[in-house]
Each structure stands twice: as structure tokens, then as C-alpha cells.
């Protein structure tokens, strides 16, 4: 068995149903009944009646046709590779991922997915039944979320004080320059409107960030704009300690990374390039009700996107 798959770390240990973990201990044994699996124990080969192609594990949850779609179309910050080369890779690997917000799973979608997908086989080779690699993602986010919630039914929790019920992933010292940055954007017309409000100790103060961008294709990149034009803006008033604030977590993921995506890559290399003129340059988390007068300045350049010129 390859190394690369911990028994305990990626099946037996993850917040996911008992009878989810017996079935990813049997795909990761070979134990279940694909063609190839079988083929081993003498039974004659078949193929995929999804594809008509070679059907054995990794057919089935990754390179199958229908599997793609899924795993196209599911909301993780990371996706598997078509390249991976067993099942116990692409396991340890989707173990990693993170299911991106507005799910509102704090458990992994991914056990879910491989199971829906084995349902969706089996309901097609023996019921002669075909759904859509959509169907397959609903069915796959409805069962984890009805599994989560059913994990906290009837559970009393400890009273809370204040702080604690509305801590965030903001440190609770914060000191320097704070900006507060979101984005506003609208799909049908690919415009969006950014907001920065500058706090803290520094004086004068930078000035508010106000702007509408037209052309930009994603909430993601309009989010990097914003946290761009902080950066900048605070660069050019000679701040030597920033702390950036976002209530797009995808994004702060990849800045603590030092990461990025194809999309965004001119925009995070000017971040991270400008990152060098700053003693000290922070990016975190906050909830949306914690960035309301940044998401207020945002939604009030977008609703001004009409007043650009068009070579902006």
C-alpha cells in the first residue's frame, strides 16, 4: 500500500457517518465491486455503462465522466487531479480539501461525494437508472448537512459571554494600521464596486477606498482587487505595519499560503511583491457582520459603476 494513505488520519478519524467510514475502508481495500476488483477473483470483466470504459476504483470516482462533473462543479477549494494514480491517492488528497462557503458544512463533503457516486453507479448497472453529475453533487451536500445537523439535535451548549460568541478569526490585539476591505459584485453585468476603511493609530489617516471595476469576471477577483488597493494605498502612505481584514475566506487561505490560482495571479504577485515595503503585513478572516462599513462602501461603488468611463 502506498505511503501516502493514514489509516487512522484519512478514514477513521474524519466527522463523517460510521457507515461512510466502513464503506472508504472497502474502496481503499479493493473490497468493492467493480470490474476490475472482481476481475481478480475470476468473475469476468465488464465495462463502465456510464462511459463503456475500463472500469476499476479510480475509474469510477475520478475519471469516469460523471465523476469529472462532480468534482468540477463541488464547492472545495482544492480539486483532485485527473493525473492521480490510485484510490489511496486521491483520498489522502481530497482529505485536505476545504468546503467553501455558502455550503455551510464544517464537515467534509468529500466522503459524501465518493458515495453518491457509488450510489449513482449502481443505480445505472443494476436499475439501468442515469442521473446527472448535478443530482449526484445535490444528493452529495443534502446528506452531509443532514448528517451534520443531526449531530447537534437536542445538544445543550454552555453559556457564552459576549466575546465569545462572536469571536472571529481576528486576533483579539490588533495593532498598527487595520483595514477593513470587501467587494460587491454583479454577475450579469461583471461589475464590481470596492471598499476599504482605514483604522488605527496612524496619522493622517488614508482616505476611504472607493472604486467601480467593469470586466471582472469572479467575486474572488474583485475580493483581490480590494485587498490590492489596501495594500497599496497603505505602501504609498509610507505604513510600515498593516493588518488587512476580508470576510472572503477562500482568499485569506491563499494569502496566508502565499498561494494563488491562474485568475489571480497578477493581482497576488503585485501583493506579495509589495509585501516587502512593510515591517509587518497581516491578512485574516472576520465574519460579514464584522465588515459591514467596508461591504456599505463597496455596494455604493457598484452602485456608481455606471459613472466610468470605459477604459476603466
Given at each position: 500500500?502506498?505511503?501516502?494513505?493514514?489509516?487512522?488520519?484519512?478514514?477513521?478519524?474524519?466527522?463523517?457517518?460510521?457507515?461512510?467510514?466502513?464503506?472508504?475502508?472497502?474502496?481503499?481495500?479493493?473490497?468493492?465491486?467493480?470490474?476490475?476488483?472482481?476481475?481478480?477473483?475470476?468473475?469476468?470483466?465488464?465495462?463502465?455503462?456510464?462511459?463503456?470504459?475500463?472500469?476499476?476504483?479510480?475509474?469510477?470516482?475520478?475519471?469516469?465522466?460523471?465523476?469529472?462533473?462532480?468534482?468540477?462543479?463541488?464547492?472545495?477549494?482544492?480539486?483532485?487531479?485527473?493525473?492521480?494514480?490510485?484510490?489511496?491517492?486521491?483520498?489522502?488528497?481530497?482529505?485536505?480539501?476545504?468546503?467553501?462557503?455558502?455550503?455551510?458544512?464544517?464537515?467534509?463533503?468529500?466522503?459524501?461525494?465518493?458515495?453518491?457516486?457509488?450510489?449513482?453507479?449502481?443505480n445505472l448497472f443494476f436499475d439501468n437508472r442515469s442521473i446527472t453529475g448535478e443530482e449526484v453533487l445535490h444528493k452529495a451536500i443534502k446528506d452531509a448537512k443532514e448528517w451534520q445537523d443531526a449531530q447537534t439535535e437536542g445538544v445543550t451548549t454552555k453559556q457564552q459571554t459576549?466575546?465569545?460568541s462572536t469571536r472571529s478569526a481576528t486576533p483579539l490585539q490588533l495593532s498598527g494600521t487595520i483595514c477593513h476591505v470587501d467587494a460587491a459584485w454583479k454577475q450579469e453585468t461583471k461589475t464590481c464596486g470596492i471598499g476599504g476603511v482605514f483604522t488605527g493609530a496612524y496619522i493622517?489617516?488614508?482616505?476611504?477606498?472607493?472604486?467601480?471595476?467593469?470586466?471582472?469576471?469572479?467575486?474572488?477577483?474583485?475580493?483581490?482587487?480590494?485587498?490590492?488597493?489596501?495594500?497599496?494605498?497603505?505602501?504609498?502612505?509610507?505604513?510600515?505595519?498593516?493588518?488587512?481584514?476580508?470576510?472572503?475566506?477562500?482568499?485569506?487561505?491563499?494569502?496566508?499560503?502565499?498561494?494563488?490560482?491562474?485568475?489571480?495571479?497578477?493581482?497576488?504577485?503585485?501583493?506579495?511583491?509589495?509585501?516587502?515595503?512593510?515591517?509587518?503585513?497581516?491578512?485574516?478572516?472576520?465574519?460579514?457582520?464584522?465588515?459591514?462599513?467596508?461591504?456599505?462602501?463597496?455596494?455604493?461603488?457598484?452602485?456608481?459603476?455606471?459613472?466610468?468611463?470605459?477604459?476603466?
Amino acid at each position: 500500500m502506498p505511503p501516502t494513505l493514514d489509516w487512522m488520519k484519512h478514514i477513521w478519524s474524519i466527522k463523517t457517518s460510521p457507515k461512510l467510514k466502513d464503506f472508504l475502508w472497502k474502496v481503499a481495500n479493493k473490497a468493492i465491486p467493480v470490474s476490475r476488483n472482481l476481475e481478480r477473483r475470476g468473475c469476468p470483466a465488464f465495462r463502465c455503462k456510464k462511459c463503456g470504459g475500463e472500469e476499476d476504483d479510480l475509474h469510477t470516482f475520478l475519471l469516469c465522466p460523471l465523476a469529472k462533473t462532480v468534482w468540477d462543479l463541488a464547492p472545495l477549494l482544492e480539486r483532485p487531479e485527473e493525473s492521480l494514480t490510485s484510490i489511496d491517492t486521491l483520498i489522502s488528497l481530497v482529505n485536505k480539501s476545504i468546503t467553501l462557503p455558502p455550503v455551510g458544512l464544517y464537515v467534509p463533503l468529500w466522503p459524501w461525494i465518493l458515495w453518491q457516486l457509488w450510489k449513482a453507479r449502481n443505480n445505472l448497472f443494476f436499475d439501468n437508472r442515469s442521473i446527472t453529475g448535478e443530482e449526484v453533487l445535490h444528493k452529495a451536500i443534502k446528506d452531509a448537512k443532514e448528517w451534520q445537523d443531526a449531530q447537534t439535535e437536542g445538544v445543550t451548549t454552555k453559556q457564552q459571554t459576549p466575546n465569545q460568541s462572536t469571536r472571529s478569526a481576528t486576533p483579539l490585539q490588533l495593532s498598527g494600521t487595520i483595514c477593513h476591505v470587501d467587494a460587491a459584485w454583479k454577475q450579469e453585468t461583471k461589475t464590481c464596486g470596492i471598499g476599504g476603511v482605514f483604522t488605527g493609530a496612524y496619522i493622517p489617516s488614508p482616505p476611504i477606498i472607493s472604486y467601480s471595476r467593469r470586466f471582472i469576471s469572479s467575486a474572488l477577483i474583485a475580493e483581490a482587487l480590494a485587498v490590492r488597493s489596501a495594500v497599496m494605498m497603505a505602501a504609498s502612505s509610507n505604513i510600515q505595519s498593516l493588518t488587512v481584514l476580508s470576510d472572503s475566506q477562500v482568499l485569506i487561505l491563499l494569502l496566508k499560503a502565499k498561494d494563488s490560482r491562474p485568475a489571480l495571479h497578477g493581482i497576488m504577485s503585485d501583493i506579495y511583491h509589495l509585501s516587502r515595503l512593510f515591517k509587518t503585513l497581516s491578512f485574516y478572516f472576520i465574519p460579514r457582520l464584522e465588515n459591514r462599513e467596508a461591504d456599505h462602501v463597496a455596494k455604493l461603488a457598484l452602485l456608481s459603476a455606471t459613472e466610468l468611463p470605459m477604459g476603466e
